[in-house]
């Protein structure tokens, strides 16, 4: 249903006003439809958004609701699985002081921008951070550990996924192999592995082996798919 249609005894002004900030804080659809999880908040409200006009104080109040932050929530996640999948972002970056696209292509121990072939290992990364950029864009700055800046430009709505990928990434370059014994040790004393167990995962983690991520078969390092399911080796 359009805002017009929903928002029928406003005037122009207020109908105005209503989309502006609708729009400014992404609770309108490609259609041009109010988001539903918004008119639910407003529905709880008791709110006649008939005749009410939407103030920013309102729109904090929803963005602080549970409703309101699982529905960031879950669309981070649905955009961080897109990314996943594909393995690759769209970027902006500058050469030459001339805007160009690029992918960003996601590795397991580093991301490349493809347009450029730069390659940062995410063990070389220090920092990152996000500011705001051109419109609907945020600009994407990572701090290498020799106080290198990338900066690039992405869609708002891919920034936060891809830097939550990144971090995670981050993360588990820093996870050892140590860390890894560590934590198991700490399930063993805990009682919820048992000796067995502990031994068998501690030759896993010592091992150079490959092992399938969607059955758990063993692979040949060189292979490019799983021989028992077919899965695609990720490198």
């Known amino acids: 249903m359009e805002l017009k249609n929903i928002f029928k005894n406003s005037s122009f002004d207020t109908l105005d006003k209503n989309k502006e900030l609708l729009e400014e804080h992404d609770l309108l659809n490609i259609m041009g439809s109010p988001n539903k999880v918004f ?22 109040e929803f963005e602080g609701s549970v409703d309101s932050i699982n529905m960031k929530l879950a669309k981070i996640q649905r955009q961080k699985e897109i990314i996943f999948t594909e393995r690759k972002v769209w970027i902006n970056i ?48 990572i701090t290498t550990n020799d ?19 990144i971090e ?8 050892d192999e140590i860390d890894a014994l560590l934590e198991l040790q700490s399930l ?19 091992s150079d082996d490959v092992y399938c991520t969607n059955c758990g078969a063993k692979i040949d390092s060189d292979s490019l798919f799983c021989p028992e399911c077919g899965h695609e080796v990720l490198d």
Not at 149 to 165: Q, R, S
Not at 168 to 175: G, P, W
């Open 39 to 60: 008119l639910k908040f407003l529905a709880s409200k008791k709110i006649d958004i008939n005749e009410d006009e939407i103030t920013e104080e309102l729109i904090d």
């Open 94 to 141: 500058k050469e030459d002081d001339k805007t160009k696209g690029s992918d960003l292509i996601l590795h397991h121990d580093r991301i490349t921008i493809d347009e450029t072939g730069k390659e940062i290992p995410y063990s070389d990364m220090l920092e990152i951070e996000l500011e705001d950029g051109s419109w609907s864009k945020k600009i994407f700055k």
């Open 147 to 165: 106080d290198e800046e990338i900066t690039f430009e992405i869609n708002e709505d891919n920034a936060v996924p891809l830097k939550e990928i």
């Open 168 to 175: 995670d990434n981050i993360y588990n370059q820093d996870f």
């Open 188 to 206: 063993f004393e805990e009682g919820k592995i048992s000796a067995e167990e502990l031994e068998a995962r501690k030759a896993i983690i010592y």
